[in-house]
């Protein structure tokens, strides 16, 4: 029996899991056996967090939940499961009760705001010839372009999804703030990372994508957070 929990990678917006595919990697390298990575259908806030409470609720032992972006937000909500031993933010929404993501991202406006486009059926599209300033700016135009090219739009509503009891509030929790980040504005994530009592909150000179130009650095606090 490892004592090692099975580590739940919970992507964002405009991405799905193969946005964690370094960290993957990295974990991998570390040791990591039980690595799970959810694939979410960015409809709602409960759709999310139940798609992830479903994984979770498969593992027998102990899980370490990690969100990226709004992924912070679901892990935020589907977190409380008695088999969570705690949560990790990768540049990520951690919402207290009551708030949204779209709540936050009014306080500070980040710089890529602009550069989001709804369509005609309501989902929220990142510009493709705007995704690499945006979103991932420290990575090749190259890797920009195939995340550009196989971005996955949520439902513009989801941004308004409000938390209802938070699980940072229950557990133990780090942060990966990204200095550079253009979708999440990094005062916000300041603020943010601040109330969590965290174990560790760690500054990476990084873009949103951090999980995939910084992916050593995000697994190292994965590790960390894992053995805690």
Known sequence: MSEKPTIVLVHGFWGGAAHWGKVIVELSRKGYRAIQAVEMPLTSLADDAERTRKMVAQVNGPVLLVGHSY??????????????????????FA??????????????????????????????????????????????ADEALVMAVTQKAPLASTFGD???????????????????????????????????????????????????????????????????
């Open 95 to 140: 919402p207290d009760q009551g708030e949204s993501p779209g709540g936050i991202t009014q306080e500070h406006l980040p710089a890529a705001a602009p550069n989001l486009a709804p369509d005609s059926d309501g989902f929220l599209w990142l510009k493709a010839d705007k995704f690499h300033e945006s979103f991932c700016q420290d990575l090749s």
């Open 71 to 92: 992924g912070g937000a679901v892990i935020t909500q589907a977190g409380n499961q008695p088999n969570v031993t705690g949560l990790v933010y990768i540049a990520a």
């Open 162 to 228: 409000v938390i209802s009891d938070p699980a940072w509030k229950h557990k133990p929790s780090w942060y990966q703030i990204s200095s550079q980040d253009h979708m999440i504005h990094p005062d916000n994530q300041k603020r943010m990372s601040a109330r969590l009592n965290a174990k560790k909150v760690i500054t990476l000179d990084a873009s949103h994508a951090s999980l995939a130009s910084r992916a050593a650095e995000v697994a190292a606090l994965i590790d960390e957070a894992a053995k805690a």
